[in-house]
């Protein structure tokens, strides 16, 4: 059975930083692709950032030079480092897994997490 399980949300002010974790059981993060993803109030699910199984990475316009996306292979976890965070970066961020070479569309994304809340005041 595979699990995703996020964690490290909360509510910070903005300019601050919060670093997300995704610990996944069931599979191997080194052996997927592995995204963020987030929905804030009002707004469909929006694509993040994803690293694939070979350590390349993607960035969503929005977050490219504040957001970083890394993997720990040993902890069988994926982080997601937020920085000078604002008030649009406030939604839940849901961890994900695919196999497909399209990391930008949630659908093709096999397991998700629960999601952790992020608030972001201003």
């Known amino acids: 059975q595979v699990r995703l399980v996020e964690s490290g949300g909360g509510l910070v002010q903005a300019g601050g930083s919060l670093s997300l974790s995704c610990a996944a059981s069931g599979l191997t993060v080194s052996g997927y692709h592995m995204g963020w993803f987030r929905r804030a109030p009002g707004k469909e699910r929006e694509f993040v950032a994803a690293?694939?199984?070979?350590?390349?990475?993607d960035y969503a316009y929005s977050v490219k030079g504040r957001f970083t996306i890394s993997r720990d292979n040993a902890k069988n976890t994926v982080y997601l480092q937020m920085n000078r965070l604002n008030t649009e970066d406030t939604a839940v961020y849901y961890c994900?897994?695919?196999?497909?070479?399209?990391?930008?569309?949630?659908?093709?994304?096999?397991?998700w997490g629960q999601g952790t809340q992020v608030i972001v005041s201003s």
């Open positions: 690293i694939t199984w070979s350590t390349i990475t």
């Open positions: 994900a897994a695919t196999r497909d070479s399209v990391l930008r569309v949630p659908a093709r994304y096999a397991y």
